[in-house]
C-alpha cells in the first residue's frame, strides 16, 4: 500500500516540476527563444528527464 502512495506522490510531484517548467518558458519571448539555443538545449534535455523519470517512477 505505501508504494502505491509513493508511486502516486513521485508522479505527482514530476507533473509538478514539469507543469511549474512549461509555465516558465512559456512567458520566454520569441526574441529569447530565437537568440538563446543553448536554453533551448536545456529546456529539452529537462523535459526528457523529466519524461524518463515519470516512465521509471
Avoid: F, H
Amino acid at each position: 500500500m505505501n508504494s502505491n502512495i509513493e508511486e502516486k506522490s513521485t508522479k505527482d510531484l514530476i507533473e509538478r516540476i514539469k507543469e511549474a517548467l512549461r509555465n516558465w518558458y512559456g512567458t520566454l519571448s520569441v526574441k529569447e527563444i530565437i537568440s538563446n539555443p543553448i536554453l533551448v538545449a536545456e529546456i529539452a534535455a529537462l523535459e526528457k528527464m523529466l519524461s524518463r523519470q515519470e516512465v521509471l517512477s
